[in-house]
C-alpha cells in the first residue's frame, strides 16, 4: 500500500511538471544525420541493458556524442568508449518517492542535446522524470503507459524479447539518417 501511495505522488509531481512541457511539431527526416549531441537514459534490466549496447555502438559509428545516464554498478558493463561519457547514479541519487535527487537532476538538466534517447522497456517514474527535465527537442524512447507525455516519437515493445525491441529501436534510428 505504501508503495502505492509513493508511485501515486511520485506520479502527481511529474504531472505538475508537464503542465508547462509542449512537443514542437518536428520532422524526423536527416534528423541523426544533422545531430550531434544525444541523452541516453540505459534500461536498469540486465537483459535490456545488454541488446541496448547495439543503440550506443550505432551512434558511435556514426560519431555521434552520446552522454549516457546508468547505474553505478552497470556503467562497468559499457564498452571501454562510452564510460567516460557516463553519468553514473546510485541509490542516494534516487529519493524516496523513486525520482532522481536534486544533484542528478542539476546534472542531467544542465546542458541542451538534440535527442533524449530512454531505452527502458518497462515504465519508471525515475526514467520518465529524467525524460522530462532533459534539455532535448526530439525524445525517443518505447511505447509505455503515459509515454506520449514523455517523448515525440515512440517505438513498439516486444513485451518479453528485448533482442526484437532494440533491434527495432535501431533500425528506426536507422531511418532518421537520410
Same mark, same amino acid.
Given at each position: ?37 544525444? &541523452? ?17 555502438? &550505432?551512434?558511435?559509428? *556514426? ?88 517523448? *515525440? ?26
Amino acid at each position: 500500500m505504501l508503495e502505492f501511495l509513493k508511485e501515486k505522488i511520485a506520479g502527481k509531481v511529474i504531472e505538475k511538471q508537464l503542465k508547462d512541457q509542449s512537443f514542437e511539431p518536428h520532422t524526423f527526416t536527416g534528423f541523426i544525420k544533422s545531430s550531434y549531441s544525444f &541523452f541516453v537514459a540505459m534500461p536498469e534490466d540486465d537483459r535490456d541493458f545488454t541488446y541496448s549496447l547495439s543503440v550506443l555502438n &550505432f551512434l558511435a559509428e *556514426n560519431k555521434k556524442s552520446a552522454m549516457i545516464l546508468a547505474r553505478d554498478f552497470k556503467v562497468s558493463l559499457l564498452p571501454q568508449k562510452f564510460k567516460a561519457r557516463a553519468i553514473e547514479y546510485s541509490e542516494k541519487d534516487v529519493t524516496k518517492w523513486k525520482l532522481p535527487a536534486k544533484r542528478l537532476i542539476e546534472k542531467v538538466s544542465e546542458m541542451p542535446y538534440n535527442a533524449l534517447i530512454d531505452l527502458n522497456r518497462r515504465n519508471s517514474l525515475f526514467h520518465n522524470y529524467i525524460a522530462n527535465i532533459v534539455k532535448a527537442p526530439l525524445k525517443i524512447g518505447f511505447v509505455k503507459s503515459d509515454s506520449d507525455k514523455f517523448y *515525440n516519437f515512440q517505438v513498439i515493445n516486444h513485451g518479453d524479447n528485448p533482442e526484437i525491441s532494440y533491434r527495432n529501436f535501431l533500425n528506426c534510428l536507422k531511418m532518421f539518417q537520410d
